[in-house]
């Protein structure tokens, strides 16, 4: 039987989603279709009902999935175990998910010391937004996650602080703040804010704060992009608060200017998430290893 049929039907059972497997295992819709079809005819069975735009497992469906996840399971062991047995050759797959914020500012080194050393594994990485991401593990469908998160207690999961990300205020050269080190919070009421998606868990603690002190601002612009974010106040359309290491070149270029408050410096832990019941792979803990060195990262 086909590996790959195999996992297809396990995202789905969990997902409950065409479109969203898609996404997750970067295939076309029609294809996750296709293998589906073919999987029920190898079957001779339907494993899962379609009622109109919802889906979900028949009986036959539910029987299969927990036959299916084993089977996944140990394949994903006889493969590296397999890389086990060779100490200097380590290969196998591992699923990451990260922040953009992480991936694109804060961990590219990393990435790039673990293709270097571990060149055989195949690496999969899939951005989105760290709420999802301990519902990923917990269906396995990522092995390991890099989130900016306040530390929280997921069950079955465990958490890891790497370092803590600080979050600053930025406006660009011409703004009125810009020659002021910090300003009063009261400075920005009726200012317009560019700020990242909602979910992201810094613009959730920046409208928090501005809320409890009775701030609203005057307009907001949203963007799932940092660096869009960036050119738009670049070019004067408002202010934005931003993890200071995705804006280091726009600060030393002076095409930005980093604004404090006086009463509150914001920061928020860089953190590595993993199943604590999962079996740690050669590449998993390979990974694992690399992340000590991002402690205490400045």
């Known amino acids: 039987m086909d590996f790959k049929l195999l996992k297809t039907f396990v995202t789905i059972a969990y997902t409950e989603s065409f479109s969203k497997t898609a996404e997750i295992l970067n295939y076309a819709q029609s294809s996750i279709s296709e293998q589906i079809k073919k999987l029920e005819n190898q079957l001779e069975t339907i ?13 036959d469906g539910k029987i299969f999935l927990s036959y299916a996840k084993k089977i996944l399971h140990l394949y994903d062991e006889a493969v590296a175990s397999l890389s086990s047995s060779s100490p200097q050759i380590i290969k196998g797959e591992l699923r990451i998910a990260i922040t953009e914020t992480l991936c694109f500012y ?15 594994v ?28 306040d530390q929280t207690d997921h069950q079955d999961i465990i958490s890891e602080i790497l370092f803590n990300e600080p979050l600053v205020l930025v406006v660009n050269k011409d703004h009125s703040f810009a020659t002021r080190k910090t300003v009063s919070p009261y400075n920005l ?13 810094y613009r959730s603690l920046f409208e928090n704060y501005l809320m409890n002190i009775g701030i609203f601002p005057d307009s907001l612009l949203e963007f799932e992009s940092t660096e869009a974010i960036k050119h738009f106040v670049i070019n004067g359309l408002g202010i934005s ?9 726009e600060l030393l270029s002076g095409d930005l200017h980093e604004i404090s408050l006086p009463d509150k410096n914001f920061n928020i832990p860089a953190q590595v998430l993993y199943h604590n019941n999962k079996w740690i792979s050669p590449p998993l803990q390979a990974l694992l290893d690399l992340t000590h060195t991002l402690k205490n990262a400045e």
Request: glycine share 6%; net charge positive.
């Open 106 to 120: 804060r961990l590219p080194k990393l990435l790039r010391d673990y293709h270097t050393h571990y060149p055989h």
């Open 47 to 59: 494993l899962f009902e379609r009622l109109g735009n919802h889906i979900r497992l028949t009986n």
């Open 241 to 249: 608060f931003l993890p200071r290491s995705t804006i280091k070149k």
């Open 189 to 201: 009421k009726g200012e317009n804010l560019i700020l990242t998606q909602k979910g992201s868990k």
């Open 122 to 149: 195949d690496v999969k990485i899939k951005m989105g937004n760290c709420y999802d991401f301990p519902s990923w593990i917990k269906k396995n469908i990522i092995d390991i996650a890099f989130v900016l998160d």
